[in-house]
């Protein structure tokens, strides 16, 4: 049998002379599985990928795919296919090359599987998991992400829902449609779970310490926490064509909200306070209506339904008091402008209100 790690790499020369005899020197601990690496390298203009050759004359099982940088999560979807088609693992590892992840631990990954896991976790956050050298920011970064994905995405109690140090059933991995997830960047890793999730993954979780990366740099930039924001709806969807239409309606209540705020303030010359309150409330009758419309297939509802307006009111109550809340302080506490305090408040209650709404879906005839 085969376990085959897949290593992502982008100007990692420095690293990967000494992630790779790490891996392999662990096959003596593992009498189940003969190890694989698999190094997809995205043109790293360091000359990885030539030190990476040099190391194949060296290592039998190590093999190599390369091609242009498209992000991690092309970067793994690209190594799995290969891997599948070519090695024909029983279990495939996601690790990163640089060095912040333990392959003393591989063993041990293996091993679990043996129990009937079919998923295990390296986890930062698992009880015994440790991030010693996160600043205050970024941990609660972390956690208010790995939060939100647990939540919207409807996930079991798991700590660690962004982790890159997985143990993988190939099994598991054959019955997901990895076409429709996440391609550019980190986001990948929790569309990932969920698809694995939904197909019946039985997970454990395994504490490990994440030290901060001796050589190089973080390949973590704005454009993928950005992308990690956007991408969280996405993961509550099994297909596009769904997603499309949720993406649609919160296109037009977004600009609805925004205009009548805009109108509010500007034409009525409403004090910006007043002109915030009212604007939410008309975007939760707007939103109501458009829910409506979509449920039952018509431009114009039939009827005004008041005992489901009211329980829709109550559901979108968080959002709206967190969207007000961001808004007062940011304008009138911290001085901003009052768009961008408003655009901040509008991403604020789109979150928290899918996310309660995702739990009580949308059905005729029995409310929200």
């Not at 590892?93 to 063993?107: S, Y």
């Not at 990690?228 to 949720?246: D, G, Q, V």
């Not at 649609?248 to 977004?254: A, C, K, T």
């Not at 509010?264 to 002109?275: E, G, N």
Request: proline share 5%; net charge positive; hydrophobic share 45%.
């Amino acid at each position: 049998m085969i376990a085959c790690v897949i290593l992502p790499t982008y100007n990692e020369r420095e690293n990967i002379p000494v992630i790779v005899p790490a891996i392999f020197s662990q096959g003596s601990q593992v009498s189940t599985h003969e190890i694989h690496v698999l190094v997809v390298d995205d043109n790293s203009p360091d000359g990885t990928r030539e030190i990476v050759t040099e190391l194949m004359r060296q290592y039998e099982n190590l093999h190599l795919i390369s091609g242009p940088k498209k992000g991690l999560g092309e970067a793994y979807k690209k190594g799995i296919a290969y891997a599948m088609q070519t090695l024909h693992p029983d279990l495939i590892l996601e690790m990163d090359a640089d060095l912040q992840h333990d392959p003393a631990l591989i063993p041990l990954f293996i091993h679990l599987t043996s129990y009937g896991f079919s998923l295990v976790i390296g986890s930062r956050f698992a009880p015994g998991g440790d991030t010693p050298n996160f600043s205050f920011r970024r941990r609660m970064m972390s956690l208010f992400g790995n939060w939100l994905i647990r939540f919207i995405g409807g996930l079991p109690r798991i700590h660690d829902c962004t982790s890159g140090y997985r143990c993988i059933r190939a099994e598991l991995l054959q019955k997901c449609n990895l076409s429709f997830l996440s391609t550019r960047g980190y986001s990948f890793q929790s569309s990932l779970l969920c698809e694995l999730l939904r197909n019946g993954a039985r997970v454990v979780e395994i504490p490990i310490i994440f030290p901060d990366r001796i050589h190089g740099s973080s390949k973590l930039s704005l454009q993928d926490q950005l992308e990690f924001l956007l991408n969280i709806p996405k993961i509550r969807f099994r297909n596009s064509e769904e997603y499309m239409i949720y993406c649609f309606i919160g296109f037009l209540g977004f600009v609805f909200h925004l205009l009548t705020y805009l109108l509010l303030s500007r034409m009525f010359v409403f004090p910006l306070y007043i002109a915030a309150l009212l604007s939410i409330e008309f975007s939760v009758l707007f939103n109501f209506v458009l829910y409506e419309c979509r449920e039952k297939g018509k431009l114009f509802p039939d009827r005004f339904e008041k005992k489901k307006f009211i329980r829709f009111q109550r559901l979108s109550l968080p959002g709206a008091i967190m969207h007000y809340l961001i808004f007062l302080s940011a304008v009138y506490y911290f001085a901003f402008s009052d768009i961008p305090a408003f655009l901040a408040g509008i991403f604020t209650g789109i979150i928290i209100n899918y996310s309660v709404h995702s739990f009580r879906r949308w059905k005729s005839g029995d409310g929200v």
